[in-house]
């Protein structure tokens, strides 16, 4: 399903480059934001990558559902404390790229056709991106 984006989301591509032999700190950390990062609700999605062609750097994947989300994050305990941790692991200051979706597979508007916020999420849903595509096809009719 492609879903067009309006100008309310925020989508980030974040690359890191550990310093030689530390390369498993640096991915401990970054698993260690997962998590809590995912619990935000701003938060759409928060995927971590490694990289094919250098096995050795990482990527996350970020998609906040406005830039008000994106600011609130960066004032979490849990994001100060991971680049406290992570700056001096790496090689160089992360590669942070933010994206404009032109044509995204599953990409998300701040508000569904059925009026509701995509970071509002039903009673004992952990999937975030499940939730919201599935209530994206309801509310669409299926289209």
Known sequence: MNVETDDTSVTIF???????GIEEAVMAALQEAL???RAEPGCIRFDLYRSESAPTTLHLFEIF???DALAAHRQTEHYQAFRRKIDP???RPPVVVRLKA?????AVRSTDRCGQSPTELCPGQENRAF?????????SGGR
């Open 35 to 37: 998590i809590p990062t």
């Open 89 to 91: 692991l790496l090689a």
């Open 65 to 67: 559902a406005a830039p």
């Open 14 to 20: 974040a690359t890191f480059e550990p310093r030689p």
């Open 131 to 139: 939730e919201v595509l599935k209530r994206k096809f309801y509310c």
């Open 102 to 106: 032109v044509d995204a597979m599953g």
